[in-house]
């Protein structure tokens, strides 16, 4: 992350995350952990309904995030857990020193890409446009990365099919937006990052939502 207050050199998601749970125990928060599958916001208290146990509250911030979205290919699912990951920090060390390649084209996309490059004998990143829709620091640094690193992105290329055996990813089908023509490309990790869905499926209906399911808020 290169835009919090205070890093100037930038700091890993993990760390920042690590750093303020520390900071919370520090002044004796109490952390439970459990997953609220109900919530009831109808009345004060609130109520929470979680597998371990139910939980009231006068006030509530909802940061319950959003989930990695994936393409909907039935190679994508055969590989899942075998090479195909929607998360570079999760699986990337898995790869050291092996190709691997990233599919999108947003922030998510090239910060995995950046990551996976100090990892990974090469990144090699898909992308449907010809130019990024992250932020301009975040392509900036990797076009120069494909310049003079272990980065290559194939504009204008979609993933067709991923590609491997019972021991797990080998490669991937990439297809031109602009041609329709394929390629098969040698890799042994496919790593998709074309965006998130709100993890907000338990207050729909009693909270003001976006078409996507992101909660407004004023």
């Not at 993990?14 to 109490?30: C, G, I, N, Q, V």
């Not at 100090?118 to 449907?128: D, E, G, L, Q």
């Not at 993933?159 to 602009?178: A, F, H, N, P, Y």
């Not at 040698?186 to 499926?201: C, K, L, Q, S």
Request: charged share 25%; aromatic share 8%; hydrophobic share 35%.
């Amino acid at each position: 992350m290169d835009n919090w207050p205070g890093d100037n050199e930038g700091v890993q998601g993990p760390e920042l995350m690590e750093r303020m749970r520390k900071h919370a125990e520090r002044f004796d928060t109490e952390i439970i952990f459990d997953h609220i599958h109900t919530a009831n916001l109808s009345e004060r208290p609130f109520k929470l309904t979680g597998d371990a146990g139910s939980y009231t509250c006068d006030a509530l911030i909802i940061a319950t995030g959003a989930s990695a979205m994936y393409l909907g290919l039935e190679s994508e699912e055969t590989f899942a857990g075998k090479g195909v990951s929607a998360c570079a920090t999760c699986d990337g060390f898995f790869y050291r020193n092996k190709p691997v390649a990233v599919i999108g084209g947003g922030n998510t996309a090239v910060e995995e890409a950046l990551y996976l490059a100090n990892i990974a004998s090469k990144v090699t990143v898909i992308h449907r446009r010809d130019k990024f829709r992250s932020e301009k620091i975040l392509s900036e640094k990797l076009i120069e990365k494909a310049a003079n690193g272990n980065v290559e992105i194939e504009w204008n290329h979609t993933l067709e099919e991923v590609l491997g055996d019972d021991m797990g990813v080998t490669g991937m089908r990439i297809k031109s937006t602009l041609d329709n023509s394929t390629k098969d490309v040698d890799v042994h990790g496919v790593f998709i990052a074309i965006g998130h869905r709100p993890n907000t499926e338990i207050f729909k209906g009693q909270l003001d939502m976006d078409d996507h399911g992101y909660i407004r808020v004023q």
